[in-house]
Structure formats: structure tokens, C-alpha cells
């Protein structure tokens, strides 16, 4: 005789086959709603149609991270225009986590949310209006809730399809927490797999929704850490935005609602997304202002100085780093201070001001001596390394590097490693002494490989590619490119990629292949202008202007000295005089023609 499981799986192919021959070839919009228990089978199910009904475009919308009162002005505002003005029926719209929306928080009660009472009120728009098919999906007990509280809609309803849980799971214990570092190693990708897994098997069933509600927060909430710690931008968005909008409909507030809000504002500015994180450090400043979280507001101040920082805008970076330390000396977190200081010096770094900068990075030690906080030691005389480096102070520049390296080792640092190393390449590199810095360059390699910090690895490949271009090496120059542009590729290390199709252009410039070195000068000025690396531009425009020159077009060669002149960074004064001596250069040319 065969197993429940086995007639279970028998009527819910059944049950398939009724979805194919309802919705095959369909001439007139409709409502499908299907009742599954939990969302691996939900997975399974949507697959399967999408299969036998592979005549329609499908389109997946998932609601969970918003408080949906009227569905049809939420799919009119979510869907792609493509969509709501198609024309014929084409598409099939998935709509996911409508019952999510079911229920709301008021004066701490879980309380009716009164989505499904608009339900009833919307049923002939939502019926009649679209030109697509529409596949609600849920819990059983969320369409019990729809035949009793809108009974004029499911007057309307004439499929309806309950699927049944046709086998087993073993409920596995979570594998084992990774460390707080970032890093995409194994042991990160199988505790996100057991959160997924634990995640896709609550029943979405459960009699007490809020607590169901609370525990799918707390999932939510988990994956988004782990995938922003995995630098997976996409997946970390996906379950920030579905944990908010979860806090939200419980009107969960303070702590867990900034503590998310701060973590996605992370996320973006660390992936560069600047405008979104600050609008969220926006949020969370004025959530724990009026909350009178008065210890949280130096941490919000030194972020939103990261995100003008990075942006280039120095004033307002000093302005937010120094009200962060005003609130830390306030508010006794003595112990932060190194972190903002450290953060002060790069912006002086960044604009050349070496004597600041060193001062900021020494108060930085001293303060991370003086607190403890010695793990942060292999960061700031890493910095004062760079500082050095660009000063052309060779020998310093390699002790500071040392030291970075010694504080790295002794306070389990070792995911820092690689950037440490790159940095020692690139001293040996500019001394000429290529074996030492390939040398370094490949402990770079197997440092970030090691302790997952592949995005690193882009930045590496370019400086070996370097190397070989300086020995004039260019089939390794160029494979050791192309090596770089994969990697910030696949690791979402856009900003980078100017750079590199600048040297690539180069390599092509010193071989005469000037066609080619044009087009990828080209997607250098088109990357930067993408990513906002506009101060990187003047050095690029100059070259074109170069090989205009050189084949004698000088109307050209002058728009982009031109345009070189009015890019380079005011600091650059040595190649500012460059710039202006080739325009006069080119002029005369000009003026010498008849």
C-alpha cells in the first residue's frame, strides 16, 4: 500500500494538473489562489507551474516587507509597467507574502490589520482590471480568515487550490556561528544554509502569528547579517528590507527597529550606495534623538563622516567625525575615540595634508594603547605606512608596514593581512625591485584567499599587472588586468574598474595600438563617471589628448587637455603644469596653421 506521504504527492500533482488546464491559454485575467504549509513546498510548487505553463512570462513580487492594506495599489506601484499595460494575457504575477500584511501592532497587541476587509471591497478591480493572472500564495488559515471576513470576494473565487506536506523534514540543528569578521569562507556559507533551511520550514500555519511573526524577524534579521558579512549585497537588501518591514507592522521600535536600520545603512555605504546610507543614518539618528539614546548618536556621527568621506566631501566628513567625538568624551566612550581619530587622519591622508594626518593617526594610538582596543593598532600603523609610502619615505613606509603586520598576527587579525602585504608589494614596486614585490603580492593572494576576502583580490591582480607593465611584460601585464576585472566583477568592486581599463589602455599606448588603447580610455572615463570616481578622470582625459596629438588632430588633443585641466585635483600642481604646458603646446600648433 502506499505511503500518506505518497498519496499526498499523488494529489498534489493531481492538484497541478487542475492549475495547468485552468490557467493554459487563458483569453481573460483571473485569480488563482493556492494554500501551501510552509515555504519550501511553496518553492516547489511555483516551480512546477512555472514549468507547465512555460507559454507565460512569470513575475515573482514578494509583499513580506510591506504593510499592504490595498493590493491592487501596491501591485499598480510594485509591478513594472512592461506588466500592468501588457496588452494581452502574458504574464502570470506570483504574489508572495500577502499574509504577512494580515495583522499589525497597536498600543502592544497584535491586532487585524484590516487588509482583508479591503480585499472585499477591491474584489471586482482586482478580479476584472488587470490583463494578467494573479497566483496568490499563503497559508491555509490566512484564506479561512479571506472566506470569512471578505465573503463577497470569495464569492468570486472559483480556484482555489490546498496543497498537503508530502514529506518529511528533520528539523537540523544550526551549524555552528562564524566569527564576526566579514568573510566568504565555507564555515559562513553553511551556517547561512541552516538559516535558510530553518527559515523556508516554518509552518506558515501556526496558530500564534505574532510569535510566528517575532521568530521570522529574528531569521530575517540573522541572514541579512550573515549575507552582508558574505559582501552579498542583493541577498543582505533582500532580508534587511524583509526584517524591517516585518519591525515595522509589529511597531517593534528602539533598539532591534535602529539596530537593523543602522546595519543596512552599513550595508550600503559599505557597497557604496551613499545616498541610502544616509538617509537610513538619518533615520536612525532621529529615532534615537527623540528616543533620547544619547550613547548611540556618536556611532551614527562617525558613520554618516565615513559616508562623506568616501564621497570626497572633507568638511562635512571633520564636521560629523568631531561631533562623534564630542558625544563619545560626553558620554564616557573614552574607548571609541581611536577608531574616529584614525578616521581623521585618512581624510587629511586623502588630501595630502601629511602632518595632520600623522598627528590624527598618533592620537589614534594613543588612544587604542590607552583603552585596550589594541586589536585596531594593525589598522592605524597601516595607515601611517601608506602616508609614508606616498611621501616616497621608503624605509619608514616598510616599518610601519612591519608594525601593521606584528599587531595584525598578535590580535587575530589575519583577514587584514592581504591589504598589508599589497601595500609592501607596491613599496618594493616603486623602488624597482619587482622581485620583493611580487613576492609580497602573492602572500597578498593567499591571505585574502585564505581568510575569505576575495574582493580584495582585484586590487592585487592590477598591481601585478603594473609590475609586469613596468618590465614591459605586456601579455602577463594585460592577462593580470583582465584578472582584475573579473574579480571586482564578481565582487561587486565596480569603483576599481576604471583604473584598470586606464592601465589596460596604457599597455595599448605603449605597443602604438592606439585604436585599442582609445576604447578602453573610453570604458575607464565610462566607469568612473558610474561609480562617482570623477577626481580619477584628469590623468585619463590627458592621455587621449596625448594620442590626438600624436596623430595630429589637435582640435581634439586641446578639448581633452582641456578637459584634463579642469579634473586633476588641485594638489596634483606638478601635473596641473604638465596639462597647461601641452594646451599651450597644442595651441601653437593651431595657430600656426594656414
Not at 60 to 81: A, G, N, R, W, Y
Request: glycine fraction near 4%.
Amino acid at each position: 500500500m502506499p505511503t500518506n506521504f505518497e498519496l499526498e504527492k499523488a494529489y498534489n500533482e493531481n492538484l497541478l494538473d487542475e492549475i495547468q488546464f485552468t490557467l493554459q491559454d487563458r483569453k481573460e485575467p483571473t485569480i488563482v489562489m493556492i494554500s501551501v504549509p510552509d515555504y519550501v513546498l511553496q518553492a516547489r510548487i511555483s516551480s512546477s507551474i512555472k514549468e507547465r505553463l512555460s507559454q507565460y512570462q512569470f513575475y515573482d513580487i514578494d509583499l513580506t516587507p510591506f504593510q499592504v492594506i490595498s493590493l491592487h495599489q501596491t501591485l499598480q506601484e510594485k509591478l513594472p509597467k512592461s506588466i500592468i499595460e501588457s496588452e494581452r494575457i502574458t504574464y502570470c504575477v506570483n504574489v508572495f507574502g500577502l499574509e504577512n500584511s494580515r495583522l499589525s501592532s497597536e498600543d502592544g497587541q497584535i491586532v487585524d490589520s484590516g487588509m482583508i476587509a479591503q480585499l472585499n471591497f477591491e474584489r471586482e478591480i482586482i478580479f476584472r482590471k488587470p490583463n494578467y493572472i494573479t497566483i496568490l500564495w499563503g497559508d491555509h488559515d490566512f484564506f479561512i480568515q479571506v472566506q470569512r471576513k471578505a465573503p463577497d470576494l470569495w464569492s468570486w473565487v472559483t480556484n482555489f487550490f490546498v496543497f498537503k506536506q508530502d514529506e518529511i523534514h528533520q528539523e537540523k540543528e544550526l551549524s555552528p556561528a562564524p566569527s564576526d569578521i566579514p568573510a566568504k569562507l565555507p564555515i559562513r556559507e553553511e551556517y547561512i544554509k541552516s538559516l535558510k533551511d530553518k527559515l523556508e520550514h516554518l509552518p506558515l500555519n501556526d496558530s500564534d502569528k505574532g510569535r510566528a511573526m517575532l521568530e521570522r524577524l529574528n531569521l530575517y534579521s540573522l541572514l541579512a547579517d550573515e549575507y552582508a558579512k558574505y559582501f552579498d549585497y542583493l541577498n543582505a537588501k533582500k532580508y534587511y528590507d524583509n526584517a524591517i518591514g516585518v519591525a515595522e507592522k509589529l511597531k517593534i521600535t528602539g533598539y532591534i527597529l535602529n539596530k537593523l536600520l543602522y546595519q543596512y545603512a552599513t550595508l550600503n555605504l559599505d557597497f557604496r550606495r551613499y545616498l541610502k546610507a544616509l538617509k537610513l543614518y538619518n533615520q536612525v539618528f532621529a529615532k534615537d534623538f527623540l528616543e533620547n539614546n544619547w550613547n548611540n548618536l556618536k556611532s551614527t556621527y562617525h558613520q554618516i563622516g565615513r559616508v562623506y568621506e568616501e564621497q570626497r566631501i572633507w568638511d562635512k566628513a571633520l564636521e560629523n567625525y568631531q561631533k562623534a567625538i564630542h558625544w563619545k568624551e560626553k558620554t564616557g566612550q573614552a574607548y571609541q575615540l581611536g577608531s574616529t581619530y584614525h578616521q581623521i587622519g585618512m581624510v587629511y591622508e586623502q588630501q595630502r595634508i601629511w602632518d595632520k594626518a600623522l598627528e590624527n593617526y598618533q592620537k589614534a594610538i594613543h588612544w587604542e594603547e590607552k583603552t585596550g582596543q589594541e586589536y585596531r593598532l594593525g589598522s592605524t600603523y597601516h595607515q601611517i605606512g601608506r602616508v609614508y609610502e606616498e611621501q616616497r619615505n621608503w624605509n619608514k613606509a616598510l616599518e610601519s608596514y612591519q608594525n601593521a603586520i606584528q599587531w595584525k598576527e598578535k590580535t587575530g587579525q589575519q583577514h587584514q593581512l592581504g591589504g598589508t602585504y599589497n601595500h609592501i608589494g607596491k613599496v618594493y614596486q616603486e623602488q624597482k625591485n619587482w622581485y620583493k614585490a611580487l613576492e609580497n603580492y602573492q602572500k597578498a593572494i593567499y591571505w585574502i584567499e585564505k581568510t575569505g576576502q576575495q574582493h580584495q583580490l582585484g586590487s592585487t591582480y592590477h598591481q601585478i599587472g603594473m609590475v609586469y607593465q613596468e618590465q614591459r611584460v605586456w601579455d602577463k601585464a594585460l592577462e593580470n588586468y583582465k584578472k582584475a576585472i573579473d574579480w571586482n566583477q564578481k565582487t561587486a568592486q565596480e569603483h576599481q574598474l576604471a583604473n584598470t581599463y586606464h592601465q589596460i589602455g596604457r599597455v595599448y599606448q605603449l605597443q602604438s595600438n592606439l585604436d585599442k588603447a582609445l576604447n578602453n580610455y573610453q570604458k575607464s572615463i565610462d566607469w568612473n563617471k558610474k561609480t562617482g570616481q570623477k577626481h580619477e578622470l584628469g590623468v585619463t582625459y590627458f592621455l587621449i589628448g596625448i594620442i590626438y596629438e600624436e596623430q595630429e588632430n589637435n582640435i581634439i588633443a586641446l578639448e581633452n587637455f582641456e578637459k584634463a585641466l579642469m579634473l586633476m585635483p588641485e594638489h596634483f600642481k606638478e601635473r596641473k603644469e604638465i596639462i597647461k604646458e601641452s594646451i599651450q603646446r597644442v595651441k601653437s600648433k593651431l595657430s600656426e596653421k594656414p
